[in-house]
């Protein structure tokens, strides 16, 4: 038998998740042992995710708001996953992101370049032609090249391990991370 260590590999962790939507990612760490907070600014999402939440039995804090709104709060793990591209003042927002990580915490974000294939692929791809999101959901000149968000990190006083690409595998129908980071890419930064 695993330990209960070995099951709950994130116990006494705090994790912020900034753009949570209907807690995707909050209920799986909090499974894990996490101390979970989603943030949203869309309300409706909030309702939906406290409401599966409580379904499932699992004890997640959602609000409603902009990660702007918790200057003072500082978490383990801040993530901020496929929410980027649609915030209205990515220096601000990344600002405040890298600010609410603790001494020695993580920031990890994930989010689209801003490259012609990821045109072609995650808005006319993904939005028209497979119907995997909404059509209107991304506008192309919102997305942000690697170098753009490494600028805007490293007034943050995090500093940047690792950028990942995240490309998807049609065939086996699997996302894999690798070295291009000409669509999807994810950024792992570290805060002293």
């Given at each position: 038998l695993?330990?209960?260590?070995?099951?709950r590999?994130?116990?006494?962790?705090?994790?912020?998740?900034?753009?949570?939507?209907?807690g995707?990612?909050?209920e799986?760490?909090?499974?894990?042992?996490?101390?979970?907070?989603?943030?949203?600014?869309?309300?409706?999402?909030?309702v939906?995710?406290?409401?599966h939440?409580?379904?499932?039995?699992?004890?997640?804090?959602?609000?409603?708001?902009?990660?702007?709104?918790?200057?003072?709060?500082?978490?383990?793990?801040?993530?901020?996953?496929?929410?980027?591209?649609?915030?209205?003042?990515?220096?601000?927002?990344?600002?405040?992101?890298?600010?609410?990580?603790?001494?020695g915490?993580?920031?990890?974000?994930?989010?689209?370049?801003?490259t012609?294939?990821?045109?072609?692929?995650?808005?006319?791809?993904?939005?028209?032609?497979?119907?995997?999101?909404p059509?209107?959901?991304?506008?192309?000149?919102?997305?942000?090249r690697?170098?753009?968000?490494?600028?805007?990190l490293?007034?943050?006083?995090?500093e940047?391990?690792e950028i990942?690409?995240?490309?998807y595998?049609?065939?086996?129908?699997?996302?894999?991370?690798?070295?291009?980071?000409?669509?999807?890419?994810?950024?792992?930064?570290?805060k002293?």
């Open positions: 695993a330990s209960e260590a070995g099951r590999p994130l116990d006494g962790l705090r994790v912020l998740d900034v753009g949570c939507g209907g995707l990612l909050c799986p760490l909090t499974r894990l042992g996490a101390e979970v907070t989603g943030l949203d600014a869309a309300e409706q999402s909030i939906v995710a406290r409401a939440a409580a379904d499932v039995g699992l004890d997640i804090t959602y609000r409603h708001g902009d990660v702007t709104d918790l200057a003072c709060e500082t978490y383990d793990a801040v993530l901020a996953m496929e929410v980027i591209e649609h915030v209205a003042d990515l220096p601000a927002f990344v600002a405040a992101a890298a600010g609410c990580v603790a001494p915490g993580v920031l990890a974000l994930a989010t689209l370049n801003r012609l294939k990821a045109l072609a692929l995650a808005v006319v791809g993904a939005e028209y032609v497979l119907g995997w999101v059509r209107g959901t991304h506008d192309w000149r919102n997305f942000v690697p170098s753009e968000l490494a600028r805007g490293r007034g943050g006083g995090v940047i391990v990942a690409g995240l490309v595998r049609p065939l086996s129908r699997e996302w894999r991370t690798g070295r291009d980071v000409s669509v999807n890419y994810l950024v792992f930064a570290l002293d």
